[in-house]
């Protein structure tokens, strides 16, 4: 079945740190890009992040530069989202999305769809809980 597995979500408190691993079932990696999209109660589904099929172009929302690091290992196809300094406002379900095509590339870095339905492929969600 092609699907992408998601792992690593839990509690932490605020300041702490998680990892989460998006691994593809099914199919390789090394063509797609990859992206990072949270859901909070409530609210509406933003994107987070995304890396380049080559890992050479990264992007980030705002409200998490300097604090997530989005990285992938083709060889072990598998993308990761490093979530440092975490805050309550990050508390979310966090979803990882494949994508065919490769970013647009500008002369500040790449851009990735905003659209969920342009996505090929989504995980199935993980918590990601901060809280004291």
């Known amino acids: 079945q092609l699907q992408l597995v998601e792992s690593g979500g839990g509690l932490v408190q605020p300041g702490g740190s998680l990892r989460l691993s998006c691994a593809a079932s099914?199919?390789?990696?090394?063509?797609?890009?990859i992206a990072w999209f949270r859901q909070a109660p409530g609210k509406e589904r933003e994107g987070v992040s995304c890396?380049?099929?080559?890992?050479?172009?990264?992007n980030y929302a705002d409200s998490v530069k300097g604090r997530f690091l989005v990285s992938r290992d083709n060889a072990k196809n598998t993308a990761f989202l490093q979530m440092d300094s975490l805050k309550s406002e990050d508390t979310a379900v966090y979803y990882c999305?494949?994508?065919?095509?490769?970013?647009?590339?500008?002369?500040?870095?790449?851009?990735?769809?905003?659209?969920?339905?342009?996505?090929?492929?989504w995980g199935q969600g993980a918590q990601v809980t901060v809280s004291s």
């Open positions: 099914g199919f390789t990696l090394d063509y797609y890009t």
């Open positions: 890396i380049g099929s080559s890992g050479g172009g990264t």
């Open positions: 999305a494949a994508l065919r095509r490769p970013p647009i590339q500008t002369r500040f870095g790449i851009v990735c769809p905003a659209n969920r339905y342009e996505y090929d492929y």
